[in-house]
């Protein structure tokens, strides 16, 4: 089993920078994948940032050359390093744990941006 915590939300001005990070507990052994997906107001989770075991990332499109994902060696930890944040930025930042068995969601956490 694996369990996941996001920690690092808030509010963050246009323009400013937010850490966000994921705790991964459990058989941390079995992740394979350790992503961040977010969800606006009304409208669909979509992904953000993705980084393998191998450490290959990937990112959406309009968050390229702004937010880096990481991880230590064991999986244990990934961050997501946002900068130049934007007000299309606002949305519930969730984790997610990939494992051969499926995937491990987290609760959640909020970064606002306001106009």
């Known amino acids: 089993q694996v369990q996941v915590v996001e920690s690092g939300g808030g509010l963050v001005q246009p323009g400013g920078s937010l850490r966000l990070s994921c705790a991964a507990s459990?058989?941390?052994?079995?992740?394979?994948?350790m992503a961040w997906y977010r969800q606006p107001p009304g409208k669909e989770r979509e992904l953000v940032a993705a980084?393998?075991?191998?450490?290959?990332?990937k990112y959406e499109d309009s968050v390229k050359g702004r937010f880096t994902i990481s991880r230590d060696r064991e999986m244990k930890t990934v961050t997501l390093d946002m900068k130049s944040l934007k007000l299309e930025d606002t949305a519930v930042y969730y984790c997610?744990?990939?494992?051969?068995?499926?995937?491990?969601w987290g609760q959640g956490t909020l970064v606002t941006v306001p106009s």
């Open positions: 459990g058989t941390i052994g079995s992740i394979t994948v």
């Open positions: 980084i393998y075991r191998s450490g290959l990332t």
């Open positions: 997610k744990a990939q494992t051969p068995y499926g995937g491990v």
